[in-house]
Nanobody, 119 residues
Framework: VQLVESGGGLVQAGGSLRLGCRASGFTFSTHTMGWFRQAPGKEREFVADINWRGTMTNYADSVKGRFIISRDNNKNMVYLQMNSLTPEDTAVYSC?????????????WGRGTQVTVSA
C-alpha cells in the first residue's frame, strides 16, 4: 500500500490550497479515505473523510464549511480543497485508508505534505 500526498505549500491567510493523495496497492474504490493533520507540538487530528462511493463525507468542526473532501475512483485519488485558510491550519497533512487490515481503523498513512499559512 502506498499513499503519496501533494499540493502543500505556503499560502497567505484567506487563501486556498488543494491537496491530492495518490493511492496504490489496494482496491481504492472500496475503502473510506481520510485526511488528518498534525501541527508542531500537537496530536494528530482528524480533518475529513469520505466513503468509498464519495456519497458521504465527515468534517472536523474546525474545518466545516471551509474544506471539501472529494475522490476520483478512476484515478485512485482523494483531494482536499482548503479555502479561507488561517494560520491555525498550518500543519502536516496526511491521507489515510481505512479498512485494509482492520475494518474500523485507518491502517496505512502517507508521509504527509506541509501546509503553512502566514498571517
Amino acid at each position: 500500500v502506498q499513499l503519496v500526498e501533494s499540493g502543500g505549500g505556503l499560502v497567505q491567510a484567506g487563501g486556498s490550497l488543494r491537496l491530492g493523495c495518490r493511492a496504490s496497492g489496494f482496491t481504492f474504490s472500496t475503502h473510506t479515505m481520510g485526511w488528518f493533520r498534525q501541527a508542531p507540538g500537537k496530536e494528530r487530528e482528524f480533518v475529513a473523510d469520505i466513503n468509498w462511493r464519495g456519497t458521504m463525507t465527515n468534517y472536523a468542526d474546525s474545518v466545516k464549511g471551509r474544506f471539501i473532501i472529494s475522490r476520483d475512483n478512476n484515478k485512485n485519488m482523494v483531494y482536499l480543497q482548503m479555502n479561507s485558510l488561517t494560520p491555525e491550519d498550518t500543519a502536516v497533512y496526511s491521507c489515510a485508508v481505512r479498512g485494509v487490515i482492520s475494518p474500523t481503523r485507518y491502517d496505512y498513512w502517507g508521509r504527509g505534505t506541509q501546509v503553512t499559512v502566514s498571517a
